[in-house]
């Protein structure tokens, strides 16, 4: 009895009738891993690495980045790591990559993937940097793209990914655009993350950075609903895998409506993890599927919460 309340506490994540559906860890860098390990993530789901870029005159050499990589790959023997390429420009400006001319909108200039147009060699660099780190390690390397737009911009990171030996490529889906189109994206690249905080922003045209505009960022909302539910049938259609990196997984009512959707695996902070895993445990998909149906009938992010709810007794 004893171990299956600690299966239950720190095992793989799973629905109540048996469904897996990993649970991963979000971290910046190897000072998160004793947290997600303590937490029982299965893996990571999101490795942001810009915070190696940051608050620097030089970009981090190839050594030092595959350092950084290795690290990570060695905590997970046998697990899956998912790391992002540089996320730069935004809210995260690097003094080493300016963007090409002024912007009066950041968010909607040169930032994610698009930065690496004018740098493809930071890119370059970054990608031989992690497949060194892979090479060896039993830990699953897959590297994936943040504010992906096109199918031309998928099949040129996955193009770059398979030239410099890496296994698995995948996109962020955080752009309205990628997610409308995620069945024409799909069979471009192995898999998707949906990153539920820029898909708000820029699907309710809300800075994210905004308080004031809270409501409009709120993951409930039918119309976010419906884009993760597009490009999670499309994944699932093309025999790809779904997952969720945004705050929105870290939800545990979200979360099972989540995979209610499609999502196949579930990425956040570790101190989420616990509670997650244990709303998983208490339903089964189908009662997740039931949950996901009624919250994109609901007209409003409130009462798609309490249709939620209604669906999936005991989670606040
Ligand atoms: C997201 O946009 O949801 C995401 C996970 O990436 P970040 O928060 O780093 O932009
Ligand atoms: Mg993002």
Not at 64 to 83: C, M, S, T
Not at 153 to 177: D, H, K, N, Y
Request: hydrophobic share 50%; glycine share 10%; net charge negative.
């Amino acid at each position: 009895a004893r171990q299956a309340v600690l299966a239950a506490a720190t095992g793989p994540g799973m629905t109540a009738d048996g469904r897996p559906v990993p649970l991963l860890a979000n971290i910046g860098g190897p000072a998160d891993l004793p947290a997600a390990l303590a937490a029982g993530a299965e893996g990571v789901g999101l490795y942001r690495t810009e915070f190696l870029f940051l608050d620097r005159a030089q970009a981090p050499g190839e050594e030092e980045q595959y350092a950084a990589y290795r690290e990570v790959l060695d905590a997970f023997p046998g697990g899956r790591v998912i790391v992002r390429t540089l996320d730069a420009g935004a809210d995260k400006p690097l003094a080493f990559l300016p963007p090409p001319g002024e912007e009066p909108n950041p968010a909607l200039g040169e930032r994610g993937l698009r930065m690496f147009r004018a740098h493809p060699q930071v890119m370059e660099t970054q990608l031989r940097a992690l497949a060194r780190a892979a090479d060896g390690n039993t830990a699953r390397l897959a590297v994936m793209a943040p504010m992906v737009a096109t199918r031309e911009e998928a099949e040129w990171f996955a193009q770059a990914c398979r030239t410099a030996g890496l296994p698995e490529a995948g996109i962020m889906i955080e752009v309205p655009s990628a997610a409308l189109r995620a069945a024409d994206l799909a069979p471009a690249v192995d898999f998707f993350s949906i990153g539920t905080n820029d898909l708000a922003q820029y699907a309710f045209a809300a800075d994210r950075q905004l308080g004031s505009l809270g409501a409009l960022q709120d993951p409930w909302q039918p119309a976010l609903l419906d884009l993760i539910h597009t490009a999670a049938t499309a994944a699932v259609s093309a025999g790809k895998g779904c997952g969720v990196c945004g705050e929105a997984a870290a939800d545990p009512l979200l979360a099972c409506v989540l995979v209610g959707l499609g999502v196949t695996s579930l990425s956040m902070g570790a101190a989420s993890l616990p509670a997650v895993r244990a709303a998983l445990t208490r339903h089964t998909a189908d009662q997740c599927g039931l949950a996901a149906q009624a919250a994109r009938e609901a007209g409003s992010a409130d009462e798609a919460r309490a249709a939620a709810r209604t669906q999936l007794p005991g989670l606040a």
